[in-house]
């Protein structure tokens, strides 16, 4: 301990340990960077498809998007996708959790194929959402017919 420490010592600030949402719109974001995020990286082109997705989206009518998905893209930074996809899930509307998980299909398997990883990953959103297996199987099955041949036209 130094001389001047007990004099320019800093009152004690709350650890902030989990990440909380400060709305339903960065919940979003956060789900969806999360997921982006599961493979180590973000791309342009999977910034691109989110962006595309959120603003047609009635709900983000009107919604700086971009102030949202910053704040979101720092939480994913500081706790991770798997901590804020958990706790954003926990603030999306009954009414859009179906929505949320299509969009987060459509992230996964816009390629054409899903990897073991992804697959986890979707099943992770789903119980995050609190998505029933029936409903869950009918969404990826439909995108699974949607993106069927796909071929990425990027690297």
């Known amino acids: 301990m130094g001389l001047f420490d007990n004099l320019f ?3 004690a600030q709350p650890a902030l340990t ?6 339903e719109h960065e919940a979003w974001c ?3 960077i999360g997921v982006m995020s ?9 910034t691109d498809l989110v962006m595309h997705q ?3 989206k009635k709900k983000f009518e009107g919604v700086d998007i971009i102030y949202h998905y910053k704040n979101a893209f720092y939480a994913n930074s500081k706790f991770g996708g798997k ?5 954003a899930s926990k603030i999306i509307s009954e009414e859009y959790k179906a ?3 299509a969009m987060v299909t459509e992230i996964i398997m816009i390629d054409g194929d899903i990897q073991e990883s992804e ?5 992770f959103v789903a119980q995050s959402l609190l998505i029933d297996d029936v409903t869950a199987e009918k969404i990826v099955s439909v995108f699974n017919i949607r993106f069927y041949g796909n071929v990425v036209i990027y690297n």
């Open 54 to 56: 959120l603003v047609y």
């Open 99 to 101: 929505t949320l998980f």
């Open 83 to 87: 901590a804020i996809i958990e706790e």
């Open 38 to 46: 599961a493979d180590g990286e973000i791309s342009d082109q999977e």
């Open 9 to 11: 010592k800093l009152p």
């Open 18 to 23: 989990i990440y909380k949402p400060s709305t």
């Open 119 to 123: 697959k986890k990953i979707l099943e």
């Open 30 to 32: 956060a789900v969806l």
